[in-house]
C-alpha cells in the first residue's frame, strides 16, 4: 500500500492517562478518529457527525507507550474503496516511534433504514482525488 497521506499532531491531556501514567489503550482509538474526523472536514469537507457513516471493525497493535508531554502524529490513508466499504489504516508515533499501528473499516450507512449505503459519488471523488489511487 502506498505511504500515508494524511497526518494530525495531539497532545496528550491528562484525562488520556491511565493508572500506570501513559496513554490508556482505549484512547489511541479515540487519537485515530479525531484524524479521521479533521479527514473528513478537510478532505470530504463535511463534519465526520453529520456523515451517514458506521464504524464496523477495529483493530489495533500496540508497540510503544505514549507519555504525557509528548507530541503524537497520527497518520492515515485510505485504502480501495469497496461499494459501501471504507478502509483506513493508521500510524501513531511521538518522536519517530511508533506506538501503535492500526485499521478501521467504516461503512456507508443509510441511517434511516439502517442498512449499508453506497458510497456517495462526492465522497469518492475526493478521496480518490487526494490519495492518489484509483478507488475501484
Same mark, same amino acid.
Not at 23 to 36: F, H, I, L, M, P
Not at 59 to 88: C, D, M, N
Not at 90 to 117: F, H, I, K, M, Q
Given at each position: 500500500m502506498s505511504a500515508y497521506t494524511y497526518e494530525i499532531e495531539l497532545e496528550p491531556q491528562y484525562r488520556d492517562l491511565d493508572?500506570?501514567?501513559h496513554v490508556? &489503550? %482505549?484512547v489511541y482509538s479515540s487519537y485515530c478518529e479525531q484524524a479521521r474526523a479533521k479527514y473528513w472536514e478537510d478532505v470530504i469537507g463535511q463534519r465526520h457527525d453529520r456523515a451517514e457513516l458506521a464504524?464496523?471493525? =477495529? @483493530? =489495533?497493535e500496540y508497540s510503544a507507550e505514549i507519555l504525557l508531554g509528548e507530541t503524537v502524529t497520527v497518520r492515515q490513508r485510505i485504502g480501495e474503496l469497496g461499494e459501501s466499504s471504507i478502509p483506513i489504516e /493508521? @500510524?501513531?508515533s511521538t518522536d519517530g516511534e511508533t506506538a501503535a499501528t492500526g485499521s478501521v473499516v467504516l461503512l456507508s450507512y443509510d441511517r434511516e433504514a439502517r442498512e449499508p449505503a453506497p458510497i456517495p &459519488? +462526492?465522497?469518492r471523488d475526493a478521496i480518490v +482525488? /487526494? @490519495?492518489?489511487?484509483? %478507488? +475501484?
Amino acid at each position: 500500500m502506498s505511504a500515508y497521506t494524511y497526518e494530525i499532531e495531539l497532545e496528550p491531556q491528562y484525562r488520556d492517562l491511565d493508572p500506570n501514567g501513559h496513554v490508556n &489503550q %482505549a484512547v489511541y482509538s479515540s487519537y485515530c478518529e479525531q484524524a479521521r474526523a479533521k479527514y473528513w472536514e478537510d478532505v470530504i469537507g463535511q463534519r465526520h457527525d453529520r456523515a451517514e457513516l458506521a464504524l464496523v471493525k =477495529l @483493530e =489495533l497493535e500496540y508497540s510503544a507507550e505514549i507519555l504525557l508531554g509528548e507530541t503524537v502524529t497520527v497518520r492515515q490513508r485510505i485504502g480501495e474503496l469497496g461499494e459501501s466499504s471504507i478502509p483506513i489504516e /493508521y @500510524e501513531l508515533s511521538t518522536d519517530g516511534e511508533t506506538a501503535a499501528t492500526g485499521s478501521v473499516v467504516l461503512l456507508s450507512y443509510d441511517r434511516e433504514a439502517r442498512e449499508p449505503a453506497p458510497i456517495p &459519488q +462526492e465522497w469518492r471523488d475526493a478521496i480518490v +482525488e /487526494y @490519495e492518489g489511487h484509483d %478507488a +475501484e
